[in-house]
């Protein structure tokens, strides 16, 4: 047992160049944490990589690649500390990222989830795609951030240096108490990717628990170093596991009128590709949707008690986007 109130847990599949490039700043920033990295089953020199030149890094070995959901909640089952920061391997941290974010759960017990501020590693200057400064999503369960709605990515010019509540924190760099965790029975493995921690966020939400952004954290994510953008893969588990938590998480008396909406938003979104010459990402939606259909009973049973009816921030922000041209968080509301 260790007398660290913080676990820095990296999960790394095949991962041994980003964890040579990136895990000397979480060691050298990281003294108030224990770090570990949790690996699914590498087939690289990962571990090598570790033995050689982090000798202080702890590793839990899972015996498959079980994703990114299960991958945590194989490997977490073994980690004992108070709070837990779950890193992707292609962070970096920077002096006293940690500071903050401890003080906050010591002092704030109200707040289960929380997220820092969340830099692009390849243009420092500007947010990075996957959380930027806290997420949010809209009615129809599309994720959005301050300082990113859908492709427009903001600069960092210190308009997000508030702290405030948000909706759902990245899993880039996610920190939760891990009572909480526990209590929730961890990230859905159904989901194996993509989504998980929105819906994770969703189910604390359901629960009464806060959700918060910490600025004075900072983090800078490369992104897309699992799944890039264009990869069909990333296109099917984003527009499944979207349809998947909407039916977990919402309202029972939104829950088919939603999902219905959803479905032909799905339908607009595959002629789009099919008009930009991508016939392949309209197909993965028709087969997002079959998976979807072929889960739902099982995704029924999942509902808790309660669901929350004020879960979203705008009505449709693919209207404010695409109609309005609403590209800036700050001049939304």
């Given at each position: 047992?260790t007398?660290?109130?913080?676990?820095?847990v990296?999960?790394?599949?095949?991962?041994?160049?980003?964890?040579?490039?990136?895990?000397?700043?979480?060691?050298?920033?990281?003294e108030?944490?224990?770090?570990y990295v949790a690996?699914?089953?590498?087939?690289d020199?990962?571990?090598?990589?570790?033995?050689?030149?982090?000798?202080?890094?702890k590793?839990?070995?899972n015996?498959?690649?079980?994703?990114?959901?299960?991958?945590?909640?194989?490997?977490?089952?073994?980690?004992e500390?108070?709070?837990?920061?779950?890193?992707?391997s292609?962070?970096?941290?920077?002096?006293?990222w940690?500071?903050?974010?401890?003080s906050?759960?010591?002092t704030?017990?109200?707040?289960?989830?929380?997220?820092?501020?969340?830099?692009?590693?390849?243009n420092?200057?500007?947010?990075?795609?996957?959380?930027a400064?806290g997420?949010?999503?809209?009615?129809y369960?599309?994720?959005?951030?301050?300082?990113?709605?859908?492709?427009?990515?903001?600069k960092?010019?210190?308009?997000?240096?508030?702290?405030?509540?948000i909706?759902?924190?990245?899993?880039?760099?996610?920190f939760?108490?891990?009572e909480?965790?526990?209590?929730?029975?961890?990230?859905?493995?159904?989901?194996f990717?993509?989504?998980?921690?929105?819906?994770?966020?969703?189910?604390a939400?359901?629960l009464?628990?806060?959700i918060?952004?910490?600025?004075?954290s900072?983090?800078y994510h490369?992104?897309?170093?699992?799944?890039?953008?264009s990869?069909?893969?990333?296109?099917?588990l984003n527009?499944?596991?979207?349809?998947l938590?909407?039916?977990?998480?919402?309202?029972a008396?939104?829950?088919?009128?939603?999902?219905?909406?959803?479905?032909?938003?799905?339908?607009?979104a595959?002629i789009?590709?099919?008009?930009?010459?991508?016939?392949?990402?309209?197909?993965?939606i028709?087969?997002a949707?079959?998976?979807?259909?072929?889960?739902?009973?099982?995704?029924?049973?999942?509902?808790?008690?309660?669901?929350?009816?004020?879960?979203?921030k705008?009505?449709?922000?693919?209207?404010?986007?695409?109609?309005?041209?609403?590209t800036?968080?700050?001049?939304?509301?």
């Amino acid at each position: 047992m260790t007398d660290k109130k913080i676990a820095v847990v990296i999960l790394n599949w095949n991962g041994a160049k980003l964890l040579e490039q990136f895990l000397p700043s979480v060691v050298a920033y990281s003294e108030k944490a224990t770090v570990y990295v949790a690996d699914n089953a590498s087939t690289d020199a990962s571990l090598e990589v570790i033995r050689t030149h982090f000798p202080s890094v702890k590793v839990i070995q899972n015996d498959g690649n079980y994703g990114f959901a299960n991958g945590y909640n194989v490997a977490l089952q073994q980690v004992e500390e108070e709070y837990y920061a779950l890193v992707n391997s292609d962070i970096e941290v920077t002096k006293g990222w940690l500071d903050a974010v401890l003080s906050e759960f010591e002092t704030q017990k109200h707040i289960g989830i929380i997220q820092p501020k969340i830099l692009d590693y390849k243009n420092k200057e500007y947010f990075e795609y996957a959380g930027a400064a806290g997420g949010f999503i809209d009615k129809y369960g599309y994720p959005f951030c301050r300082g990113r709605i859908f492709d427009t990515i903001e600069k960092d010019n210190g308009q997000y240096n508030d702290e405030i509540e948000i909706f759902w924190a990245s899993g880039a760099c996610f920190f939760i108490r891990k009572e909480l965790y526990r209590k929730l029975n961890g990230f859905d493995g159904d989901f194996f990717a993509h989504q998980e921690e929105i819906d994770l966020c969703w189910r604390a939400f359901n629960l009464g628990y806060k959700i918060k952004y910490i600025p004075n954290s900072v983090v800078y994510h490369v992104g897309g170093a699992t799944l890039n953008e264009s990869n069909p893969k990333k296109t099917f588990l984003n527009f499944r596991n979207s349809l998947l938590m909407l039916t977990k998480n919402l309202p029972a008396n939104q829950l088919f009128p939603v999902i219905f909406t959803r479905l032909c938003l799905d339908g607009l979104a595959g002629i789009q590709f099919i008009l930009k010459g991508k016939l392949i990402h309209c197909w993965v939606i028709l087969k997002a949707h079959f998976y979807f259909y072929h889960l739902i009973n099982k995704t029924l049973k999942k509902r808790s008690d309660h669901q929350a009816h004020n879960y979203y921030k705008t009505k449709s922000i693919v209207f404010t986007y695409f109609v309005k041209n609403g590209t800036v968080f700050e001049k939304l509301f």
